[in-house]
């Protein structure tokens, strides 16, 4: 079966710009999860959405945002784009919930750059 | 907050050397998953312990988790060079997964 699909691979975007990427989970996924990578900060977590609903949220301005859609396809959104933006965005799904007792499969990931 | 630590941070070793990374959690952790990402790779899981004092293994990786279910070792004997990559622990005090900041491997042949 297919992975999780992130899209776009690679984006290119000036400060004050807002960008929106894509996650497609695996079929029959329910959750996604949503994490920041950036050099000598490991994965940051975002939010987590299950059935259309955001059920976690990390430590995020408001700028970061995000929403599931009822084919549990994820879309986040990022506003007034900073240069610290500038990072790896991985989507991960689990077909029910990554804090219990099923596996994170993460997408190949969004990397934007903020210039 | 809830914080998990890895160390160390960086280990290089010469190819057949043993490796081990440590992962120590301030709450108590329900589960504990391991995570592998290669240069340039997304992370891909490669285990998860549940019971106290849970012993795994996968090859030439060992993984354990703690009495207390706060801390968790993962062990590679004799690594080789497919071994090279960032290795993650990752557990969920809640249903929020909480990182670690990862060991970076590397392997010199």
């Known amino acids: 079966k297919a992975g999780v699909t992130q899209t776009p691979r690679y984006l290119i975007k000036t400060r004050g710009q807002q960008v929106t990427l894509s996650c497609s989970p695996i079929?029959?996924?329910?959750?996604v999860s949503w994490y920041q990578q950036t050099p000598g900060q490991g994965l940051q977590f975002l939010f987590e959405?299950?059935?259309?609903?955001?059920?976690n949220k990390g430590n995020f301005p408001g700028r970061f945002s995000g929403r599931q859609f009822s084919n549990s396809r994820s879309e986040m959104n990022v506003s007034t784009l900073e240069l610290g933006d500038s990072a790896l965005y991985l989507c991960?799904?689990?077909?029910?919930?990554?804090?219990?007792?099923?596996?994170?499969?993460f997408g190949q990931g969004t990397r934007l750059t903020v210039v | 907050g809830q914080q998990v630590m890895q160390i160390p941070q960086y280990q290089h070793v010469q190819e057949g050397e043993d490796f081990t990374t440590y992962c120590n959690s301030s709450?108590?952790?329900?589960?504990i998953q391991w995570y592998k990402q290669r240069p340039g790779g997304h992370p891909v899981f490669l285990i998860q312990?549940?019971?106290s004092g849970e012993v795994k293994k996968q090859k030439r990786l060992t993984f354990q988790f703690g009495e207390a279910k706060k801390n968790s070792s993962l062990h590679i004997t004799a690594t080789q060079t497919t071994d090279v990559g960032t290795y993650f622990c990752?557990?969920?005090?809640?249903?929020?997964?909480?990182w670690g900041l990862g060991t970076s491997l590397a392997v010199n042949p």
């Open positions: 991960a799904s689990s077909l029910v919930d990554p804090g219990t007792n099923t596996e994170a499969f």
């Open positions: 079929s029959g996924h329910r959750s």
């Open positions: 959405y299950f059935s259309e609903t955001q059920r």
């Open positions: 709450t108590t952790l329900s589960n």
């Open positions: 312990l549940v019971k």
């Open positions: 990752a557990g969920p005090p809640g249903r929020k997964l909480i």
